[in-house]
């Protein structure tokens, strides 16, 4: 009745790799924010920073559109997506306590006049701690769930270099 539809990587062509990329970015930056601000998850310093490698790739991802895909794209998109482990990787041991990280995960650059100023800014401010997870689906924190993201997306892209290696 119903056909099992098998996923064939040998018809994924580079263009789809930059497409795929495009979609999975845009839809890994949306579900963050919209995390954040219409659900209430306020960002720590490390969440803010792991968001950073996906503008990149949006913006690699653009410039493929534009010029037409090519080996080194590919190259530039897997430093990218290192990068995205390097940091999903950290808050991941930070947030399971495994690592010690000390650096305020908030900070200001206001000047109070008073100490009710400053106390009314404290009430006001959400305050975040990159060792706390305050929100995970099946256990795994956003933060393991962009390092599983970022090491698949590595893995594809190893996958399209082989596939395309000579050919661009």
């Known amino acids: 009745m119903f056909k099992e539809k098998k996923i064939d990587l040998r018809s994924?062509?580079?263009?789809?790799?930059?497409?795929?990329l495009f979609l999975l970015s845009v839809f890994t930056?949306?579900?963050?924010?919209?995390?954040?601000?219409?659900?209430?998850?306020?960002?720590c310093k490390l969440c803010i920073y792991q968001r950073i490698p996906y503008f990149f790739l949006i913006l690699l991802s653009f410039i493929t559109?534009?010029?037409g895909p090519e080996k080194k794209m590919i190259?530039?998109?897997?430093?990218?997506?290192?990068?995205?482990?390097?940091?999903?990787?950290?808050?991941?041991?930070?947030?399971?306590?495994?690592i010690s990280y000390n650096i305020g995960c908030t900070s200001t650059n206001m000047n109070f006049e008073n100490i009710e100023d400053l106390r009314n800014f404290l009430e006001d401010v959400p305050i975040v701690k990159?060792?706390?997870?305050?929100?995970?689906?099946?256990?795994l924190s956003l933060a393991n769930l962009n390092l599983i993201i970022s090491v698949g997306l590595i893995i594809l892209s190893i996958i399209i270099l082989k596939k395309y290696g000579k050919t661009y």
Do not use: Q, W
């Open 12 to 20: 994924f062509s580079m263009t789809n790799y930059f497409i795929f």
């Open 29 to 43: 930056l949306s579900s963050a924010y919209i995390l954040e601000y219409f659900f209430n998850h306020p960002a």
């Open 130 to 139: 990159c060792d706390e997870i305050l929100f995970s689906i099946f256990g």
């Open 65 to 67: 559109f534009l010029r």
């Open 75 to 98: 190259y530039i998109s897997i430093f990218f997506l290192t990068t995205s482990i390097f940091i999903s990787g950290f808050h991941s041991l930070v947030e399971r306590k495994l």
